[in-house]
């Protein structure tokens, strides 16, 4: 609080500080002014009376003024209209009655009388000096005293809305003030007229209508000038307007004596210091901040509050004595008296003796607008200049700061005016500015709706780690507002978490193969691979890394997520996938010790880069991961952020990787156009591309690709000729209308249809190519491949094309690969049949196998592929039905190209699982983790309410004898046990 001080009386040093009367948003409910930019905060829609109003001229009582309003309770404090000067006015009859109306040419149409007959049209500034008839008499007095009640100019009027004559109640309005006071109508220190007390209710002044909420008397008012004859339209209006954001109350304009800082004058330097700062995103500094500074207000500081910084002001009771304590012992000084609290209730009765002859100076009554005590924050929080003074002055301005993007007219605003006007310096260097989090329906988040769903029992459900990465990786980090949805939380758990945990618990449980067939401990080799795949897959998260860190040092948050996100996606569906064999061991424990260690390398390097953005998981895995890699840090969080090891960034083997997952990607979509399963082999694809070094790249990894798309043969080539393709110009039509204009159809025409194939050869060779007399670079047109075959082919050939490469794909039938496409087919079903046993690799089990009709072309595949299968699965099958007697671990019945194929598998696990069975269904849960230790309680109630979907109310396990397993017995106990699931 002293600090606080310290920094308002200097700016009353500075000349900063004034008291003055001033219309301002007035909060009835908190009985106090706001600030301007406090009244910006909370801006509602709301339905409001709008009505036309006539004035009698003195001059011609049959001729009235014609104003506008939306603020029927104003009308009671009129003392001016205003009209524009330039503008055309008509004076209009209403032969029903006789009367004539002044209105804004261009508004006449407001009055919604067709009858109406033109009768004169003169210029606004015909009408200055003209007086009229108070609309009540409360005020008549000001007619002889100050000329009031005549009519003004001046070009605020516009003529988008109203009548073009403006009612002016200046004492109820900022511009309704300056206007009056430019026209003599009030001055600076007469008495105001504002017969509204702090509650928003009529005072004894406006005797008809004393003690009645303002708002509450629009209709009675409307309904005495309704008697009177002035009413000359009613109506409604939707428009938007500013509530208190403490009571969300409808604010009054109302003039009100105030404490100010002359914001005002330091515009320039605010403008200047908002330069030195770095904003993400930086429209919101450049447009929205930056727009907020140029129309800066002062800004009213006193608040009519009893709790708040008490204001260090005493004043004589003529307020032309006034002293400003800076501190405790400053006014100990002025006032003789030991302080020790600076609360209202401690100094509000302190006095100080005038210099001037005065008697004494007395505290004024109000506290600082708690948005002043916000601002002081650098200073308040170090008692600067009291203590801590190098400490401050080695920290200001901030490094960084973040807030929502509403704290635009608040929390920045008010740090960057008393930095600004205490040292002329910024505040901070760096902000994020975040946008806000909306309920799914776009609306704000409420109790009261409640249209949002319970946060706990979203992070019970999906994890606090989900919810986090679901916001950090929104339109909010970007300045932005997101509309909330759960179903965003669980995809990320689907497409992030849970690809990642695969990962994670695919290298533990290959590690244990290791240890299981070799009989050693297994320990990450440190020499670099040479194999392309580990070589890539450690270039690839290096330069992740890498990346994250620049785009981390810039503040863009935004730009990092979506990346890190998409990673496990590469891991698991590239890297992994592609190296299965090799991480299982299939060609040997020294290979396998090679892709296992760059698994394990990559895995500890994201786990570190992932910790501030997903700290429970990346903590969990952490902990697990530190017993293969003998970390000595027992929390992830005693790491640093990982720096990117240059020495492992390979540009040309991550080159030669995304050129064959693009060309992977083409086949898909020609398997799935075709709906022929990656299953089933094919003879022949080719690629077509002018790139050289793309298809040099494409056949250094041809093996990789052929195994995962399962094709037998890759011909690659730079001849497009040879298969039909030509070239195609696409034109940017977004540069090219900016540049060309009117030009543009006629070039984006002749590219369409008239551009030749050796003018497209030539404009690659060159990069520039000329049209209709224009010159067209690279950026305005790009070239690429088409196909004229539509379809299939007549030689059996699928095409499609991503505009720079062309795949071609041979998907005529060959019975040796439909063949092995059915193999694969069962291969696929007993691999789905361990997982849903929850078996790891280690775990034996035998698989019993029937087909019908025993003469199908599947059952003759079965028999003569039964060794491959074996093989890929680690599985023996049995080609005959489950013996009577033995119960199947798991089974299944589905259809393959019309046989029927039944499966029975039986699981030797021994004492390591539990069977839970739940309406019928039953699973098996292991009861120990990845790492092989036995899981606790409440893990192994998240393991099967994960397997069953069971996330809300209680689970109770029932044991075969009917009653509940305890939550403390040890689980190991429930091994080689059949439970029921109760709810």
């Known amino acids: 609080m002293e600090s606080v001080w310290w920094a308002f009386s200097e700016l009353v040093k ?32 709301v339905v409001d009376p709008a009505v036309c109003i006539g004035f009698r001229l003195d001059e011609n009582p049959n001729r009235m003024m014609v104003a506008w309003t939306t603020t029927p309770w104003t009308l009671p404090s009129n003392l001016a209209l205003c ?22 040419e261009e508004r006449l149409f407001e009055l919604k009388n067709d009858s109406l007959q033109v009768l004169e049209k003169v210029k606004g500034r015909s009408f200055e000096g003209k007086t009229y008839a108070p609309l009540f008499p409360y005020f008549t007095y000001m007619k002889t005293e100050m000329n009031a009640f005549r009519v003004t100019c001046n ?17 109820f309005g900022e511009i309704d003030y300056q206007n009056c006071l430019e026209n003599g109508i009030i001055t600076k220190d007469m008495k105001i007229i504002c017969p509204v007390d702090e509650s928003g209710r009529f005072t004894e002044e406006v005797s008809d209508f004393a003690g009645m909420y303002v708002k509450d008397a629009d209709k009675p ?96 009771d003529d307020l032309e004595e006034v002293v400003c304590p800076s501190s405790i012992a400053e006014l100990e000084r002025l006032t003789g008296t030991k302080i020790t609290d600076i609360h209202r209730e401690s100094v509000d009765h302190l006095t100080i003796p005038s210099k001037t002859g005065r008697g004494v100076l007395k505290r004024v009554s109000e506290v600082f607008d708690c948005w002043f005590e916000s601002g002081s924050m650098p200073y308040a929080q170090n008692h600067y ?108 758990l689907k497409d992030v978490f849970l690809p990642w945990f695969n990962a994670y618990r695919f290298f533990v449980q290959n590690v244990q193969l290791y240890e299981h067939n070799t009989g050693k401990v297994f320990s990450m080799k440190e020499v670099k691979s040479e194999n392309v795949m580990d070589r890539w897959i450690e270039s690839f998260t290096n330069s992740l890394v890498q990346f994250v860190r620049k785009e981390m040092a810039e503040y863009r948050l935004y730009a990092v997520v979506t990346p890190l996100t998409r990673f496990f996606d590469t891991l698991t569906n590239c890297y992994i996938r592609l190296n299965r064999k090799r991480i299982k061991g299939d060609f040997g424990a020294d290979d396998q010790t090679h892709a296992l260690s760059a698994l394990g390398r990559v895995l500890v390097l994201i786990v570190r880069l992932m910790a501030p953005f997903t700290p429970f998981f990346c903590d969990y895995v952490w902990k697990n991961l530190r017993k293969v890699t003998g970390a000595s840090e027992e929390s992830v969080h005693y790491t640093l952020l990982p720096t990117s090891d240059d020495s492992l960034i390979d540009t040309a083997v991550e080159r030669r990787v995304q050129a064959m997952r693009d060309c992977i990607d083409l086949v898909r979509v020609l398997r799935e156009r075709k709906a022929i399963p990656v299953k089933y082999p094919l003879k022949e694809m080719i690629v077509v591309n ?15 690709i052929l195994s995962e798309v399962n094709i037998r043969q890759l011909t690659v080539s730079q001849d497009k000729r040879k298969y039909g393709i030509t070239l195609k110009a696409d034109p940017n039509f977004k540069i090219l209308g900016v540049r060309l204009k009117g030009d ?195 893990d192994l109630l998240y393991e099967i309410r994960s397997a069953l979907d069971l996330w809300k109310g209680k689970v109770w396990l029932i044991l075969d004898d009917g009653s509940r397993f305890h939550p403390t017995t040890p689980v190991e106990q429930l091994g080689g046990q059949s439970v029921t699931i109760q709810t």
């Open 690 to 704: 002018r790139d050289g070094q793309f298809l040099e790249d494409l056949k250094s990894l041809e093996h990789y």
């Open 155 to 171: 070009t605020f009027v516009t003529t988008e809305q109203g009548t073009g004559i403006v009612h002016q109640a200046p004492y």
């Open 221 to 316: 008012i409307c309904k005495r000038l309704k008697e009177s004859g002035n009413l000359i339209k009613q109506g409604e209006v939707k428009h938007s307007y500013p509530f208190c954001w403490r009571s969300d109350t409808p604010l009054l304009y109302k003039a009100v004596p105030s404490w100010f800082i002359r914001v005002e004058q330091i515009v320039p330097k605010l403008l200047a210091n908002n330069e030195q700062t770095y904003w993400v995103p930086n429209f919101v500094k450049e447009k929205r901040f930056a727009n907020w500074l140029r129309d800066a207000r002062d800004w009213a500081v006193s608040r009519n509050r009893f709790w708040g910084t008490p204001i260090n002001l005493w004043v004589s």
């Open 744 to 938: 543009q159809k006629k070039v984006v025409d002749y590219l369409k249809t008239q551009v030749t194939e050796s003018e497209l050869e030539q404009f690659l060779a060159e990069g520039k190519l000329t049209v209709c007399g224009h010159e067209l670079s690279s950026e305005e047109v790009s070239v690429s491949y088409t196909s004229a075959q539509s379809g299939t082919s007549d030689h059996g050939y699928e095409t499609h094309s991503d505009g720079k490469t062309i795949v071609m794909l041979d998907v005529s039938e060959d019975s040796s690969l439909v063949e092995e496409g059915l193999a694969r087919e069962i291969t696929n079903r007993v691999q789905k049949l361990r997982k849903a046993a929850k078996l790891v690799s280690t775990d034996p089990a035998v698989v019993y196998c029937v087909v019908e009709p025993r003469s199908s072309q599947l059952a003759s595949v079965v028999t003569s592929h039964k060794d491959k299968i074996e093989e890929v699965t680690g599985t023996p099958l049995r080609l005959e039905r489950l013996p009577s007697g033995k119960q199947a671990t798991v089974s299944n019945i589905s259809t393959v190209k019309d046989a029927e194929v039944s499966l029975w598998l039986i699981a030797d696990v021994g004492t390591d699982t539990v069977t839970v069975g739940l309406n019928g269904k039953t699973i098996r849960i292991r009861l120990k983790s990845s790492t092989d230790e036995v899981l606790s309680y409440s």
């Open 385 to 492: 200049p009291f203590e801590n003074k190098k400490t401050f002055e080695d920290n200001f301005p901030a490094d960084f700061i973040a807030e929502g993007i509403d704290q635009t007219r608040g929390w920045f605003y008010t740090l960057l005016v008393l930095s600004t006007a205490l040292f002329n310096k910024p505040p901070f260097k760096n902000l994020i500015c975040n946008g806000l989090v909306l309920a799914s329906d776009g609306n704000k988040m409420s109790k009261r709706k409640k249209n949002y769903p319970d946060p706990v029992e979203v992070v019970h459900k999906y994890g606090a780690d989900a919810l986090r990465l679901y916001l950090i990786n929104s339109p909010v980090v970007r300045g932005e507002n997101l509309r909330f949805r759960e179903e965003g939380v669980r995809d990320l």
């Open 83 to 104: 009209v524009h000067p330039d503008l055309d006015y008509v004076i209009a009859k209403d032969p029903s009655n006789g009367l004539e109306y002044v209105v804004l």
């Open 14 to 45: 500075k000349g900063l500080v004034y008291r003055g009367v001033k219309v301002m948003p007035f909060s009835t409910s908190c009985n106090t002014p706001l600030s301007n930019f406090e009244a910006g905060q909370n801006y509602k829609d």
